[in-house]
């Protein structure tokens, strides 16, 4: 005779009762490996099992680079007009509040001076999740004031890149940022100060074509995509298939694009030793 016997039929716990497992406690990669998601976190939001990137924002990114998770915004509030009155499926002032609210971000950057391993710098840093991360007049703005801080007071400038290319409700004001930012770009490359820009996944179109592309070190990380159209605008284009691995940081760094990629976990360390190196 069994040592257990269920007396009663069925499950007799009430909805109410139950426990359920919360939302985003677990991470899967692509290749099927799940990760704790504090664990992920301590780990820069790489898998250990497969040393998967997760893509993240301008808040991880500074929590990962910034002494102690220290620093001060500049031009926090700053939000984009509507110089068009531009309407696509909605009124883009309306996308731009929609998207606020859902993000709880002004737009698709956020800039903060702080320390990195006790040496002061300027970070900005672009969040896909704002409209994908498109370069409109607030972002090149922002990049603008960031190396005009730079100057001001001789700091380093580090420009993480995450987008889709260039605002489309923007139309030409967003492709004058490509222009602006290499202009001021240029200015700090004349002062000697030293400029680092780390490239990561998606990092496509306006972006890639200025200021992504113009470090004293261009550098990314594994698996980024990094290039101007896309694979598919370019398959149509030259009507030939692409070879594999195409627009890949690896793709890109073999083809002499890139300095190096850098593994996110050893981001902070690596970034404070070309400092140094640039200050020599």
Same mark, same amino acid.
């Given at each position: 005779?069994?040592?257990?016997?269920? *007396?009663?039929?069925?499950? *007799?716990?009430?909805?109410?009762?139950?426990?359920?497992?919360?939302?985003?406690?677990? %991470?899967?990669?692509?290749?099927?490996?799940?990760?704790?998601?504090?664990?992920?976190?301590?780990?820069?939001?790489?898998?250990?099992?497969?040393?998967?990137? +997760?893509?993240? @924002?301008?808040?991880? #990114?500074?929590?990962?680079?910034?002494?102690?998770?220290?620093?001060?915004?500049?031009? *926090?509030?700053?939000?984009?007009?509507?110089?068009?009155?531009?309407?696509?499926? *909605?009124? #883009?002032?309306?996308?731009?509040?929609?998207?606020?609210?859902?993000?709880?971000?002004?737009?698709?950057?956020?800039?903060? +001076?702080?320390?990195?391993?006790?040496?002061?710098?300027?970070?900005?840093?672009?969040?896909?999740?704002?409209?994908?991360?498109?370069?409109?007049?607030?972002?090149?703005?922002?990049?603008?004031?960031?190396?005009? %801080?730079?100057?001001?007071?001789?700091?380093?400038?580090?420009?993480?890149?995450?987008?889709? @290319?260039?605002? /489309?409700? !923007?139309?030409?004001f967003s492709l004058m940022q490509m222009a602006k930012t290499s202009a001021k770009l240029a200015l700090l490359d004349e002062a000697?100060?030293? #400029?680092?820009?780390? /490239?990561?996944?998606?990092?496509?179109? @306006?972006?890639?074509?200025?200021?992504? /592309?113009?470090?004293?070190?261009?550098?990314? !990380?594994?698996?980024?995509?990094?290039?101007?159209?896309?694979?598919? +605008?370019?398959?149509?284009?030259?009507?030939?298939? =692409?070879?594999? @691995?195409?627009?890949?940081? !690896?793709?890109?760094?073999?083809?002499?694009? =890139?300095?190096?990629?850098?593994?996110?976990?050893?981001?902070? &360390?690596?970034?404070?030793?070309?400092? &140094?190196? =640039?200050?020599?």
């Open positions: 005779m069994a040592w257990f016997k269920r *007396k009663d039929a069925g499950i *007799k716990t009430s909805t109410e009762e139950k426990k359920d497992t919360p939302d985003g406690l677990w %991470y899967k990669t692509p290749k099927g490996n799940i990760i704790h998601t504090r664990e992920l976190k301590n780990n820069s939001y790489v898998c250990p099992d497969d040393d998967y990137h +997760v893509k993240i @924002g301008s808040k991880e #990114y500074f929590e990962i680079l910034f002494d102690d998770n220290k620093f001060t915004e500049l031009d *926090k509030e700053m939000i984009s007009g509507d110089p068009l009155n531009f309407v696509d499926s *909605k009124p #883009y002032p309306t996308r731009i509040k929609d998207t606020i609210a859902k993000t709880n971000l002004k737009d698709a950057a956020r800039t903060g +001076v702080g320390k990195l391993n006790g040496l002061d710098i300027v970070i900005t840093c672009m969040d896909f999740k704002f409209i994908g991360g498109s370069m409109g007049s607030v972002v090149g703005e922002k990049i603008a004031r960031a190396i005009d %801080y730079s100057l001001k007071h001789k700091v380093p400038f580090l420009m993480i890149s995450k987008s889709g @290319g260039a605002r /489309m409700m !923007e139309a030409g000697g100060i030293p #400029y680092i820009s780390l /490239m990561t996944d998606p990092t496509t179109g @306006g972006v890639t074509a200025s200021f992504a /592309m113009l470090g004293d070190f261009n550098i990314a !990380e594994p698996g980024a995509l990094i290039g101007f159209a896309g694979p598919r +605008v370019i398959r149509e284009t030259i009507g030939k298939d =692409l070879p594999k @691995g195409f627009q890949s940081a !690896e793709f890109v760094l073999e083809h002499g694009f =890139l300095d190096f990629i850098i593994d996110r976990r050893q981001l902070k &360390n690596r970034i404070y030793t070309l400092l &140094n190196l =640039l200050r020599q």
